[in-house]
């Protein structure tokens, strides 16, 4: 063969090859992403097959729930800090674009300092002209007709040519008058363990995501959010117990489980020997919700998961007890838990947990011992629960309910000491509905979030929870005890 013939068969050969690498980068969104940046996307690094994988599942609709067989609608991404969560997702926003360039993507951040930088890199990958040379690769290789409209390509806010508003950038203080969008990425709402304790920022995402933000999702919307999982109750906590069905979670731990000290998914990235490092000199909460997807208020949690049952014959119960702690003071809640009693185990059937005014939680109290057939009630006579008790007697006889015995009582012993000493037994005896965290939903919340150390904002589910247990196991000490049917005894 001549010389000018084998170089004409090794450049065609090359072109092949791009032909086929941009061929294959349309199809896949790990190959584009390998493609346009391989210093940082690696064969080696095997949690980006998944982290791509999965996104481009989702953008496909072919991530079911395998019950319903639906397309999922929320993606949850957990994963730990520098490996590359934002870049992946600006490149899967770029690809996605490539797809379809009617897609319509908004993006919300922690702040409006933090917003134009992901935009800023999803626009300029798009600006970035292809090399003439035919070494590298750019978003327009793969799409050459993906192009940012003229005259319209601000950092928070451009237009691809062909369209109209195809990005917008914004904070959960921001806006998002004038667009909707049919992929919708939240990155990181929470800043730190400061914030996920404070219920009101959490609150404050909540609605915007609720409210502003599912206002401008076009139907059948995908929604990522990616987030460190700082608290059980943040935007992802709250959507996996609103929509459970409609969730994936992709969730990767820096450290694997493998041998006592743990290995790292990515050595490649991150060694074993410097995440291990890293764990003895952060925080463990921040090492903990940074690095292992475990949220600070699980990792103080008093309470693990809570036994449960699908159903029980209430015929089989040998009482059916309740334990009520009234509110204290203006911002207490009143706790009520109801449930049959067999063995040492107490199967709750009710949990009334309200911080309403006592004219509404009085009869709704009775109303409620009734319904569950209560036999035995105990309520705290500290700060008006002798006069609280009283009337939920006077309540069950309007109704006619003449088997339930009210008693009330002092309670002499320290709340906090009770519920942390009492927390075993609560563990160990307590048996929940399977569905108990969606039909009490408040309840769940705070006892998922109720630390062992550090002040707690309310305890009265703990301590009515607690009082529960105290009953079955016959340590509370009633010395008052009314029965329904007799005027004398009440004063009526």
């Not at 069905?245 to 990235?269: F, R, W, Y």
């Not at 049952?309 to 334990?323: L, Q, T």
């Not at 006069?387 to 002499?412: M, P």
Request: charged share 30%; net charge neutral.
């Amino acid at each position: 063969m001549s010389i000018a013939a084998d170089f004409k068969n090794r450049i065609e050969g090359q072109d092949n090859t791009r032909l086929n690498n941009l061929k294959a980068g349309r199809e896949k969104l790990r190959i584009f992403c390998n493609l346009r940046k391989p210093d940082f996307y690696r064969p080696e690094r095997e949690y980006q097959d998944i982290l791509c994988d999965t996104l481009q599942a989702a953008y496909e609709k072919r991530l079911v729930n395998e019950e319903t067989k639906k397309p999922i609608k929320y993606l949850i991404i957990n994963l730990p800090p520098g490996f590359g969560k934002s870049y992946t997702l600006a490149n899967f926003a770029n690809w996605c674009y490539g797809k379809d360039y009617k897609n319509k993507i908004i993006t919300v951040s922690y702040n409006n300092t933090i917003a134009p930088e992901f935009a800023r890199t999803t626009r300029d990958m798009i600006l970035e002209e292809p090399d003439p040379e035919g070494d590298s690769y750019t978003t327009r290789d793969f799409f050459p007709d993906v192009r940012v409209k003229y005259g319209d390509a601000s950092v928070m806010k451009w237009s691809l040519e062909g369209s109209y508003a195809s990005y917008l950038a914004t904070s959960f203080d921001g806006t998002v008058t004038g667009m909707r969008g049919n992929i919708i990425i939240i990155d990181d709402p929470i800043k730190n363990d400061k914030e996920a304790a404070n219920d009101a920022v959490k609150e404050g995402h909540w609605n915007y995501l609720k409210n502003t933000l599912s206002s401008r999702a076009l139907p059948g919307a995908l929604w990522i959010i990616v987030l460190t999982r700082w608290a059980t109750d943040d935007l992802a906590g709250k959507l996996l117990q609103e929509y459970p069905g409609k969730c994936h979670v992709l969730e990767m731990k820096a450290l694997t489980e493998d041998g006592p000290e743990g290995v790292s998914i990515c050595e490649d990235l991150f060694p074993t020997e410097d995440l291990q490092d890293k764990r003895t000199t952060l925080d463990p909460a921040i090492w903990g919700a940074n690095y292992m997807q475990t949220p600070v208020d699980i990792k103080g949690a008093l309470y693990g998961e809570f036994k449960t049952y699908p159903a029980v014959d209430p015929d089989k119960f040998e009482r059916v007890i309740n334990y009520t702690d009234t509110a204290d003071e203006g911002n207490d809640f009143l706790a009520s838990v109801s449930g049959g009693v067999i063995g040492r185990y107490g199967y709750v059937t009710d949990i009334y947990y309200t911080d309403e005014a006592m004219e509404v939680t009085e009869p709704e109290t009775a109303r409620r011992l009734q319904l569950n057939g209560v036999r035995e009630a105990a309520v705290e006579s500290n700060n008006g629960g002798r006069g609280f008790a009283r009337n939920v007697i006077r309540h069950l006889r309007e109704l006619r309910c003449t088997k339930c015995s009210v008693h009330w009582f002092y309670q002499s012993k320290k709340k906090k000491t009770r519920i942390i000493v009492g927390a075993s037994n609560v563990m160990e005896q307590v048996i929940m509905p399977e569905d108990w965290e969606k039909r009490w939903p408040k309840a769940a919340e705070h006892l998922r979030k109720y630390q062992k150390k550090g002040k707690n904002e309310h305890d009265d589910i703990e301590d009515a929870l607690t009082g529960f247990v105290e009953l079955i196991n016959g340590d509370v000490k009633l010395k008052k005890k009314a029965r329904i049917g007799s005027k004398r005894r009440l004063g009526l």
